[in-house]
């Protein structure tokens, strides 16, 4: 166990106030959105030093994760606004099984990685047995170094004042400065259940809501961009809270 909360970050630093982007599983046209819309808040309100947060799980199940990719590796350096990027269980495991593609191969395919796959230019179906080192081989190559790098530096947490932003959750069992990387990705009920008061708000993705959901020590701004067509964003700041959507 580590220390990840509160690793010092020059973003939070400077930050005044924070766009919290949910899951957003391939859904490139929401996302592209959602992108307006921030865009245009940070125009009408002028935030000294606004950040974008994403809270992982930018890939599976929806049908452009290639280009939900490109687009995030490449918008920080087009538009100037700084970008925070965390890693999500799906990410997570594309990782491992880059790393050990036998045992996390089936799993992959089965939770999304299908559609992963097929968004640069394979094709694949759960209807066969696959040679997985040979499967991962192939995908290797057809993805570019730069998506690479994008999935190689993606951040655990980010924290902001009394805000701390996290894919999935932490575990309630153990202190905020002993949290495991994987709980922060792949965490659910134990968290979900837990009125534990960390000490700042957490804010995470990971379960689908109706609507964001507000508790008084979390909130969950997964609104199922693949499955209902919406992705929400939270904004924060000094003022309060805001959410900001896209819907298909």
Known sequence: MTDVINYPSPEAEQA???YAIG???G???????????VKSDIEVTKP???VVCYLGDYIDRGPHSAGV???LQTATHKDGITRVFLKGNHEDRLIDFMADPEPYGASMLKYGGLELIQS????????????????KDEFEKAIPASHHAFLRNLRPVFKWRNY???????NPENPPEAQQTRDLMWIRDPFLESNKNWGFRVVHGHVIVPEPEFKPNRIDIDTGA?????????????NGLRVLQSRM
């Open 16 to 18: 005044t106030v924070i």
């Open 23 to 25: 899951d957003i599983h």
């Open 27 to 37: 859904q490139l046209e929401l996302l592209l959105k959602m992108e307006e819309q």
């Open 48 to 50: 000294a030093h606004p």
């Open 69 to 71: 990719i490109e687009y």
């Open 120 to 135: 640069y230019g394979l094709f694949v179906t759960e209807e066969r047995d696959y040679n997985w080192h040979q499967l």
């Open 164 to 170: 701390l932003f996290v894919h999935a959750g932490l």
């Open 226 to 238: 693949f499955k209902n067509g919406v992705l929400s964003c939270l904004v924060v700041s000094e």
